[in-house]
């Protein structure tokens, strides 16, 4: 199956500071999804990004499918940005489903 | 707001009850889906089920025993759990599982503690 990695595995930065958070898949995939959990355990789902470039607000995010990594851009970091952040990458099962494959997390800590 | 509903938000059982994690979403979806997230590990795929056919049981255990009477509900019924079943349970739901390509809206999970 599909391996996901993501990097690095934890994150400490002052408010304010910029960050790039990465994440490699080992095959081609037509489903790249970043989520961010905060620290209550919800899971909201950030951006649906195969492919290109996409921006909401401070949080921006690449895919980049020939190379197979995305990476997740956060500017202007706020405290309520703590949290980890998946990133998660679809394929097709055995079953002929669409699959996700999670990554191990990056731990984002934002300090006042 | 995910439109995404579980509950209970907490459950707290022994290893001899039995007991059923709900999960109701609001948006019209087509697909559901049970995950596991065990500390320090990534999301596990659990169960997957599409227009109420489960259509994947990614080699779960079978004191765990999903249901799915309709495309806005699914369960997860629970017996002679063990205590490395402790876990955040985390429902989600998407528009279709084939070629569709969407994406997954998670609920807020189901905090798991076998005692």
């Known amino acids: 199956g599909i391996q996901v990695e993501q990097s690095p595995p934890d994150l400490i930065l002052q408010e304010g500071a910029n960050s790039t958070l990465r994440c490699n898949f080992s095959d081609s995939v037509n489903n790249l999804q970043w989520f961010h959990q905060n620290p209550w355990g919800q899971l909201i789902n950030l951006f649906y990004?195969?492919?290109g470039t996409k921006q909401n607000g401070r949080l921006s995010a690449t895919t980049v499918a020939t190379e197979r990594y995305s990476l997740l851009y956060i500017s202007s970091s706020q405290t309520t940005d703590s949290g980890v952040y998946f990133c998660a990458a679809g394929g097709i099962s055995n079953f002929g489903n669409e699959k996700l494959t999670f990554g191990t997390g990056t731990r984002l800590t934002i300090i006042p | 707001e995910t439109g995404v509903t579980q509950t209970p938000r907490h459950l707290v059982m022994g290893m001899t009850n039995k007991k059923s994690l709900k999960c109701e979403q609001h948006l019209g979806h087509n697909a559901m889906y049970w995950y596991k997230q065990s500390a320090k590990k990534p999301l596990e795929l659990m169960f997957v089920y599409s227009l109420e056919e489960r259509v994947e049981n990614n080699s779960v255990p079978s004191r765990f025993s999903p249901e799915c009477p309709n495309s806005s509900h699914l369960f997860l019924h629970l017996h002679t759990l063990q205590p490395e079943d402790s876990a955040l349970y985390l429902c989600?739901?998407?528009?279709?599982?084939?070629?569709?390509?969407?994406?997954?809206?998670f609920g807020d999970g189901t905090r798991l503690s076998i005692l």
């Open positions: 989600a739901s998407s528009q279709g599982i084939q070629g569709a390509y969407q994406p997954q809206h």
């Open positions: 990004i195969p492919s």
